[in-house]
């Protein structure tokens, strides 16, 4: 059973160009988080997705935005891109209704903008 | 507001105890994590306690839990230089993961 998988691994981007990430979730699971680790630094949620809407959001500006189709997956797509918006960007699914409410990460994609 | 504190460094020997220290903010959390983060990888959950729990042992790991104080710890007993890693506090007040900024443990032989 493959867990979450992220791509690409790495990405290079120039300031004001605008980026996809792609999130395929566990097998089973149907929910999916977004979160920016700057180095050296804790992850920071972005939003998370479920039933193909955005149910949260953390403090991100509009720049920020996501999508989860019908299979569950789901894509970040940041426009306008800053030289702040450099990090590593994880992905994470959760199974329905489960108690405590458990987040699986991928790998990560390293976004560098230059 | 939500905010969780970690001390940034932890420096052990092998087969000795290690003790990692976090305090959080918001007491609406259900559940408590630890994460461990090696180089490189995303984060694997460790193990997790329930709020209204003051302890929770899991083979080598003990979370103790001082709700009045907002204070977590995570005890690895017998250290093993694999242990070496990031490790992550965080509160879910929501479904959202609030994570403090991460303990290196570093486990030198």
């Known amino acids: 059973d493959a867990g979450v998988t992220q791509s690409p691994t790495h990405l290079i981007k120039t300031r004001g160009q605008q980026v996809t990430l792609r999130c395929s979730p566990k097998?089973?699971?149907?929910?999916v988080s977004w979160y920016q680790q700057a180095l050296g630094q804790g992850p920071q949620f972005i939003f998370q997705y479920y039933e193909e809407e955005e149910r949260q959001r953390g403090n991100f500006p509009d720049r920020f935005s996501g999508h989860q189709f019908p299979n569950y997956s789901s894509e970040l797509n940041v426009n306008a891109l800053l030289l702040g918006d450099s990090a590593l960007y994880l992905c994470a699914s959760s199974p329905p209704g489960t108690d405590p409410y458990e987040q699986y990460f991928g790998p990560g994609t390293r976004l560098t903008v230059t | 507001g939500e905010d969780v504190e970690q001390s940034l460094f932890l420096s052990v020997r092998e087969g000795d105890s290690s003790v990692i220290n976090c305090t959080y903010t918001?007491?609406?959390?259900?559940?408590l994590y630890w994460y461990k983060q090696e180089p490189g990888a995303g984060l694997q959950l460790l193990t997790y306690i329930f709020s209204n729990m003051d302890m929770k042992q899991d083979q080598r790991l003990t979370v103790l839990l001082n709700k009045k104080d907002k204070h977590l710890s995570l005890r690895i007993a017998d250290t093993q230089t694999g242990d070496s890693a990031i490790y992550f506090c965080a509160e879910s007040p929501r479904t959202a993961l609030i994570f403090g900024k991460g303990t290196t443990l570093s486990v030198s032989s």
């Open positions: 097998s089973g699971h149907d929910t």
């Open positions: 918001d007491s609406s959390s259900t559940y």
